[in-house]
Every structure is written in C-alpha cells, then in structure tokens.
C-alpha cells in the first residue's frame, strides 16, 4: 500500500491515543469516514516477552485497513524485533513513538525522550525499516523545549533512514498538551522533506483541518483528543472537504446506536467486566452536553453488568426524546 495514494484519496487520519485508539473504535472511526487509523502506542519490550495483552493489542480485520500499528521502547535492537513481529501479522504500516510526554515512557529513554538524541532516534529508525517487511512512519513533537526545536533535521534523518511518512504534532514535549499547536511549524517540515506529512495538534471540526490542509500543505491531518465522543468528525470533515457543505451533526438515534455497538464490540474483545469498565470513559464522552448527560454519567460509572449498562443508554435516549420539543402543529 502506497501511503502518498491513501492520504491523497482521504487525508484523514486516527490519531494513536493509549486506551482510545484499539481495534473497536478504529473499526468506528473507518466506518465513519477516517481514511487512515492508527492503533494505540505497543510496548516493543512486552511485545517481545509475549506479553498476552500486548498481543491482543496487534487484534485487527481487514475492514479497518489500511491500519499503522505503533511502537515505542528506546533499543534499536528490541525495535527490530518487535518490527519483524508486527510487520509478519496483518499491520499495513509500522509507525515508531518519538513524541510521548508521559513519565514512565520518558523514563525508559522512549517516546519524547529521543527527541534529544537524534543519533539514538536516527538508529531506532534505520534498525525498524531494515526489520520491517511493510514501510515505517515516525510520529515526533517539535523537540523537547522551545529552545531545543529538532523537527526539521529529525524529519530529515528520518528521510534518510528510508521512513515513508512522518506525523508531525506541533508542540515541544515540555508543552504537554499546553498552548496552541505551532502549524508554522508543521509546515517548515512540509517544505524540508519530499515524503508525505501528517500535520497534527487542535484540529477539533471540519474546518480545522480544511485549514490545517491550506495552512501547511500538509498531505495528512491527524485528529486525536476531538474524536473522544466524536468518530462524527470525520464524517463531517470527508463531507466538508469533498463537498465544502458540512453534514448535519449526527442524530440521537445514530449516537444511540453506535454506543449500543461500541459496547457489544468491545465486550467481544475483551470481555464483559474489562469491557464494561472500558467503555466508561466513552459513553461520558458521547454523551457531553446533551441534555441529562451529568445523571447518566453518574449512574453508568456505577454499573458493571452489560445488560444494565444497555438499559441505561437506551433509557437515556428515551427520555431524551420525550423531553425533546414536540414540533408545533399548524
Ligand atoms: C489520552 C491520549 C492518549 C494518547 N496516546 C498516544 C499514543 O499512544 N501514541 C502517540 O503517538 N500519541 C498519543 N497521544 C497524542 C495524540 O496522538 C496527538 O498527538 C495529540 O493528542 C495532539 O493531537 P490533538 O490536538 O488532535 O489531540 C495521546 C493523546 C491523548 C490525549
């Protein structure tokens, strides 16, 4: 798979989000108009041990291709591995984690923490692409603080290691998720390199990634935190692009519906308690700001029973629509 030709047919992309991104919301997300769709980020020194749940992690269809499955870990060596295992399973693309901020991850010398040795990153990337049957992307921040901005000359280096795409989110590891994201930034590296960019950081509508298109002649957006409670998005923003007319947002009968299947998936991948306790975090989410959302929150996040949980939604939604205005009779 070409990936100039997938980002060229939907430049939109799944961002890779740690407890977000597995393969039922992916499936969402693709159904819902992502063109691309990246796992969350898989320890390469788990993965090697055998890790059971790291495995489970790697889980995909071919409905949801083309999928990047992500690395992080610190050795080139353990990365080859863990390339050779990914790349041999049904993965369209390999991506390595060159931006996370957490603490254990930096701690490990990963993620963000390579930021600051480019000749570790530049090695890493080298070792993955030589191990890999299928091509590498590379996801990076700017650089580890404003004064230490490498995102040009990582991006080159990537190039020259033979990466086939690199994600770029427009902050600086010290920055965390503070501040806005610096898409000048993005579009310096557009302008350095001749492979394709995801431009990355606070595209939260279809507009925004109509301009983060224009403003950076990126060739990919990456969304991430504005898909929680809302794979719509990219139904919206295909729309928007192709069309320049923005669909209507999605109904409560759609909402209903695919967070009745995000249950059912995700206690089919990973059982009824785990899923169950999963699914929380995301049915809060789809359900911000509707009317009556703080009270079902509060009663979802005390149930542990799927046929409980599945009354509460369709509860909600019932009375939800028996609150709604009735349309006035002329
Ligand atoms: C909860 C959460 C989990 C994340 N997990 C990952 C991850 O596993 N790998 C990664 O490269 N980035 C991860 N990120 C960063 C996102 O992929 C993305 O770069 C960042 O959120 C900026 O994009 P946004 O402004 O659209 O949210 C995560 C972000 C959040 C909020």
Same mark, same amino acid.
């Given at each position: 798979?070409?990936?100039r030709?997938?980002?060229?047919?939907?430049?939109?992309?799944?961002?890779?989000m740690?407890?977000?991104?597995?393969? @039922?919301?992916?499936m969402i997300?693709r %159904?819902?108009?992502a063109g #691309?769709?990246f796992?969350?980020?898989?320890?390469?020194e =788990?993965l090697?041990? %055998?890790h059971k749940?790291?495995h489970?992690? #790697?889980?995909?269809?071919?409905?949801?291709? @083309?999928v990047v499955?992500?690395i992080?870990?610190?050795?080139?060596?353990?990365?080859?591995?863990?390339?050779?295992?990914? &790349?041999?399973?049904?993965?369209?693309?390999?991506?390595i984690?060159m931006?996370? @901020?957490?603490?254990? /991850?930096?701690?490990?010398?990963?993620?963000?923490? !390579?930021?600051?040795?480019?000749?570790l990153?530049g090695?890493?990337?080298?070792?993955?692409?030589?191990a890999?049957?299928?091509?590498v992307?590379?996801?990076?921040r #700017?650089g580890?603080?404003?004064?230490?901005?490498?995102?040009?000359?990582l991006?080159?280096?990537?190039?020259s290691?033979?990466?086939a795409?690199?994600?770029v989110?427009?902050?600086t590891?010290?920055?965390?998720?503070?501040?806005?994201?610096?898409?000048?930034m993005?579009?310096t590296?557009?302008d &350095?390199? =001749?492979i394709?960019?995801?431009?990355?950081?606070?595209v939260? &509508?279809?507009?925004?990634?109509?301009?983060m298109?224009? %403003?950076?002649g990126?060739?990919g /957006?990456?969304?991430?935190?504005?898909?929680?409670?809302?794979?719509?998005i990219?139904?919206?923003?295909?729309?928007? !692009?192709e069309?320049g007319v923005? @669909?209507?947002?999605?109904?409560d009968? %759609?909402?209903?519906?695919?967070?009745?299947?995000?249950?059912?998936?995700m206690?089919?991948? /990973?059982?009824?308690? /785990?899923?169950?306790?999963?699914m929380?975090?995301h049915l809060?989410?789809?359900?911000?700001? !509707?009317?009556?959302?703080a009270?079902f929150?509060t009663?979802?996040?005390? #149930?542990?029973e799927?046929?409980?949980?599945?009354?509460e939604?369709?509860?909600?939604f019932s009375a939800l629509?028996s609150s709604?205005?009735?349309a006035?009779?002329?």
């Amino acid at each position: 798979m070409n990936i100039r030709d997938i980002l060229k047919e939907n430049p939109l992309v799944l961002a890779p989000m740690a407890g977000i991104t597995d393969f @039922p919301y992916r499936m969402i997300c693709r %159904e819902l108009g992502a063109g #691309l769709v990246f796992s969350e980020m898989v320890s390469v020194e =788990a993965l090697i041990r %055998e890790h059971k749940r790291t495995h489970g992690m #790697l889980h995909t269809d071919p409905a949801e291709r @083309p999928v990047v499955f992500q690395i992080f870990g610190s050795k080139p060596e353990s990365m080859a591995d863990a390339a050779r295992i990914v &790349s041999q399973g049904a993965a369209d693309f390999i991506d390595i984690n060159m931006g996370c @901020p957490v603490p254990k /991850v930096l701690k490990s010398g990963a993620g963000s923490a !390579l930021l600051r040795d480019i000749g570790l990153a530049g090695e890493i990337m080298s070792a993955v692409v030589n191990a890999s049957r299928i091509p590498v992307f590379v996801k990076i921040r #700017l650089g580890w603080d404003a004064n230490n901005i490498v995102a040009k000359d990582l991006a080159r280096v990537a190039e020259s290691a033979g990466i086939a795409a690199i994600t770029v989110h427009g902050r600086t590891k010290a920055q965390g998720f503070s501040g806005n994201a610096d898409w000048g930034m993005i579009r310096t590296v557009k302008d &350095s390199v =001749a492979i394709p960019v995801i431009g990355n950081g606070d595209v939260r &509508s279809a507009c925004d990634a109509r301009r983060m298109l224009d %403003e950076t002649g990126c060739d990919g /957006v990456m969304i991430g935190r504005a898909i929680q409670g809302n794979p719509w998005i990219f139904r919206e923003a295909k729309q928007y !692009l192709e069309t320049g007319v923005m @669909p209507p947002h999605p109904t409560d009968e %759609e909402r209903q519906a695919i967070m009745l299947r995000h249950l059912r998936d995700m206690v089919r991948l /990973v059982g009824k308690d /785990v899923g169950v306790r999963e699914m929380r975090k995301h049915l809060c989410w789809y359900t911000k700001g !509707l009317h009556g959302g703080a009270e079902f929150r509060t009663r979802i996040n005390r #149930l542990s029973e799927m046929a409980d949980v599945k009354q509460e939604i369709t509860g909600f939604f019932s009375a939800l629509r028996s609150s709604a205005p009735v349309a006035q009779q002329v």
